[in-house]
């Protein structure tokens, strides 16, 4: 059993439990004899696998699926109000909340290894996970994509190595005390919670204080912000670019689909030669960030190089989700203006002959905060939909809107239209792609569809 709260408990209850996060914590609940229950608004996948694993998944949120469990783990997206967290306040059943429950279960193992960073962290988890895996190490993995060597985004192991993401948002990453932390990037991003750019820097500095003495903080150098948490750290450090850093790419090539092949060098040392299975830039830097890991775990790098050349994506990372009529889909996550600039960058290497993006907004707060950048981010697209916005866990205040992101993305000289519908979306995409075109659709939302729907007509 997990000890939580100086005694043991067996009786769990997960109020979001069809997130990604929250559902493979419920699962490693499960693995460990748990009695686990759990409720969200709707039936999933990743429910249904929880339910065939014996947990008892209630669908919507009532104060009757409180009753006799001893601890009750919620999501930041769950409200104060919500009937399940009142419930057992009035109850006296403790609560806590998902980051500090993964905090704890991260306690229980010696190497636990955080990737945090504004953008980037689901890939190279990813990549870090399967070299692992591949290692015969036999790491615990939760990742907040799917990764088909592993199943999905749970791999539950049996030695002392726990792998996961680190996410910024509310502090979240502030109750690991991981042996190897990673940071990729630090930008602005969660302008709902964070005041500026400043706060989420002192964010990350707390981070890199809750490694362990013996651990490693492990940081991209080109990035000022990381490189002064870096130069500061109390612990060891190690760190990568292409310019800069201990671990650097040299002699880098992109081969027809853009994926690069180069060289690494260790402090000017070669190490050997690495080809991704991956496209853009930016897939590099994450493949340098997961060979610092690696490094530092003194796996064998023939072993880093299989493995980097073997992973070809999680879902909805520049996703190839199929070709209908000539016309290829590519699907990917992309939500914040610095990944769009990454994944048009990635696509324009791609073999096409016009450049189609179907975007959808996420969150009001971030289209709000970051308009400007949103603007000036989709250069180099032959066209551009954009579709209303995700709201995710906010309410429209009226204050922006995609028609009045298009308008200014407009004045920036891309060609822009918005449509409302996923339905007459789709209807385009039917009417103007031609054979030889490539169409993204890119979004943390529910965008997706629009190319599983038009592949599958």
């Known amino acids: 059993m997990i000890k939580v709260l100086d005694e043991k408990i067996n009786k769990i209850h997960f109020i979001g439990i069809g997130g990604i996060s929250m559902s493979a914590l419920a699962e490693i609940m499960l693995n460990e004899g748990c009695i686990v229950t759990g409720s969200d608004r709707s039936a999933s996948k990743l429910t249904d696998k929880l339910k065939q694993k014996g947990a008892t998944i209630y669908i919507g949120h009532s104060e009757a699926n409180i009753t006799n469990q001893q601890l009750v783990v919620y999501t930041a997206a769950i409200p104060k109000d919500n009937p399940e967290l009142q419930e057992a306040i009035r109850r006296n059943i403790p609560i806590m909340d998902r980051a500090e429950f993964l905090g704890l279960v991260m306690k229980h193992y010696k190497n636990s290894i955080a990737v945090s960073g504004t953008h980037g962290k689901t890939t190279t988890t990813s990549m870090i996970s399967l070299i ?48 190897i932390g990673i940071i990729l990037n630090i930008d602005a991003d969660h302008l709902d919670y964070y005041k500026d750019i400043n706060e989420i820097y002192d964010t990350f500095i707390k981070f890199s204080k809750n490694i362990s003495k013996d651990g490693v903080l492990i940081g991209y150098a080109e990035d000022e912000r990381v490189k002064q948490i870096l130069d500061s750290a109390q612990v060891k450090t190690l760190s990568y670019g292409f310019n800069e850093g201990d671990v650097r790419a040299v002699n880098i090539k992109f081969d027809s689909k853009g994926c690069a092949e180069f060289d690494v060098l260790l402090n000017d040392k070669m190490l050997g030669t690495i080809k991704l299975n991956v496209p853009g830039k930016h897939n590099i830097l994450n493949s340098l960030a997961s060979i610092c890991c690696s490094i530092s775990l003194g796996i064998d790098f023939d072993v880093v190089k299989d493995s980097l050349h073997e992973f070809t994506g999680t879902h909805r990372r520049f996703e190839k989700k199929g070709t209908k009529n000539g016309i290829t889909v590519i699907d990917d996550y992309a939500h914040h203006p610095t990944e769009i600039k990454a994944t048009i960058q990635a696509a ?48 429209d205040l009226g204050l922006v809107s995609s028609k009045m992101l298009a308008e200014a993305i407009e004045k920036n000289g891309v060609d822009v239209i918005y449509i409302k519908d996923f339905e007459d979306i789709i209807k385009y995409i039917e009417e103007n792609l031609s054979e030889g075109d490539v169409v993204i659709t890119m979004g943390a939302g529910d965008v997706y569809k629009i190319g599983e729907e038009f592949l599958q007509r």
């Open 132 to 179: 692992l895996y591949r290692a015969h190490l036999d790491p615990t993995i939760m990742i907040g994509g799917e990764l088909d060597a592993i199943g999905g985004n749970l791999k539950i192991g049996n030695s002392e190595y726990f792998i996961t993401e680190a996410c910024e948002y509310k502090g979240s990453f502030l109750n690991f005390y991981p042996k």
């Open 348 to 395: 324009l290497n791609y073999p096409h002959k016009k450049l189609y993006c179907i975007f959808q907004p996420h969150t009001y707060t971030r289209t709000l905060t970051l308009f400007d950048e949103f603007s000036k981010a989709f250069n180099g697209v032959d066209k551009l939909i954009l579709t209303d916005i995700y709201a995710a866990r906010e309410k």
